[in-house]
Nanobody, 119 residues
Framework: QLQLVESGGGLVQAGDSLRLSCTAS????????MGWFRQAPGKERQFVAT????????TYAESVKGRFTISRDYAKNTVYLQMNSLNAEDTGVYYC????????????WGQGTQVTVSS
């Protein structure tokens, strides 16, 4: 499996920017895609963005399109989430996730990093 470690969360004001990082270890040669998900207080975990390891194909939730950018450093097995124009609805715990080649879902998860946006 994969081991995922996130960093970069914090407390910011509305309109600010923040960049999250996630580094994978373990079966990194078998990674198909990595992604970010988030969970707001009292709500279910939701998809934010994903990127494929080769090709760098990206997908985004409608709520973050145009504000968030996901990218990856192939050599470092690291994925980033650049978050701009943050608002209070972006508050939550952000989780990095990994999906292996041949697997249908994201089965590896990081411990999460808290992002709090004050309005």
């Amino acid at each position: 499996q994969l081991q995922l470690v996130e960093s970069g969360g914090g407390l910011v004001q509305a309109g600010d920017s923040l960049r999250l990082s996630c580094t994978a270890s373990g079966r990194t040669n078998n990674i198909y895609a990595m992604g970010w998900f988030r969970q707001a207080p009292g709500k279910e975990r939701q998809f934010v963005a994903t990127v494929t390891r080769t090709g760098g194909r990206t997908t985004y939730a409608e709520s973050v399109k145009g504000r968030f950018t996901i990218s990856r450093d192939y050599a470092k097995n690291t994925v980033y989430l650049q978050m701009n124009s943050l608002n209070a609805e972006d508050t939550g715990v952000y989780y990095c996730a990994g999906r292996l080649i041949g697997r249908p879902d994201f089965a590896s998860w990081g411990q999460g990093t808290q992002v709090t946006v004050s309005s």
